[in-house]
């Protein structure tokens, strides 16, 4: 049975936004980060390869939540 990319990407999106807001949610709120990371996620189009694209989301928002 294949496994669905997407699906899985998808979910560790929306594992990384929940550890993002609790994180910064003194200064910045769900919604916020949710944006950033749809807006950064956005940044990489369809890249062949999906593994390592939370990790990369992750560092660019992270780092955007902390200036």
């Known amino acids: 049975m294949p496994v669905d990319l997407t699906a899985d990407v998808n979910k560790r999106l929306d594992a990384l936004v929940d550890r993002l807001a609790e994180e910064f949610g003194d200064r910045v709120s769900r919604r916020d980060v949710a944006t950033s990371v749809r807006r950064v996620r956005r940044t990489f189009g369809e890249p062949p390869v999906t593994e390592f694209l939370p990790i990369l989301v992750e560092r660019q928002v992270r ?5």
């Not at 780092?63 to 200036?67: D, G, H």
């Open 63 to 67: 780092a955007s939540l902390r200036q």
